[in-house]
């Protein structure tokens, strides 16, 4: 559903905020380890979440990323996946046709903009804190 650089976002933006909150940046190394991604995958990544604002990039001997506990709070995964993917997530088609609506709709198209709107509203109601929860008690996990 997501694209590849998309999940990889969200499991680093997630693993970010998690190290911030108990108050520590983190390396691009450890990052791209602890989600199992390449390094120079991940450092992209960054960079997109960086200049949107998501992450907040710091260079030097005390520098990595983290976040702000208010950016934590407020940050939505749609956010992560409008800055990686932009909205096409909401606007293809379930089968992957060119065109597809309302007037002309393929097979599936009403089942799906159900699935599409419902998948919005949990994107956008989802927060990065809410993610950090089950990672901190060990009920989730960003990497298998």
Known sequence: MFSKACEYGIRAATYIAMQSIDG???SLNEISGEIGSPTAFTAKILQQLSRNGIIDATKGANG???MSSTDIKKTTLSQIVFAIDGDNIYAGCGL???ECNA???CPVHDKFVFIRDNLRQMLESTSLYEMTLGLATGLTYLKR
Request: aromatic share 8%; charged share 40%.
């Open 96 to 98: 992957g046709l060119k």
């Open 24 to 26: 520590r940046r983190v």
């Open 103 to 105: 007037e002309e709709p």
């Open 64 to 66: 990595g990323y983290g």
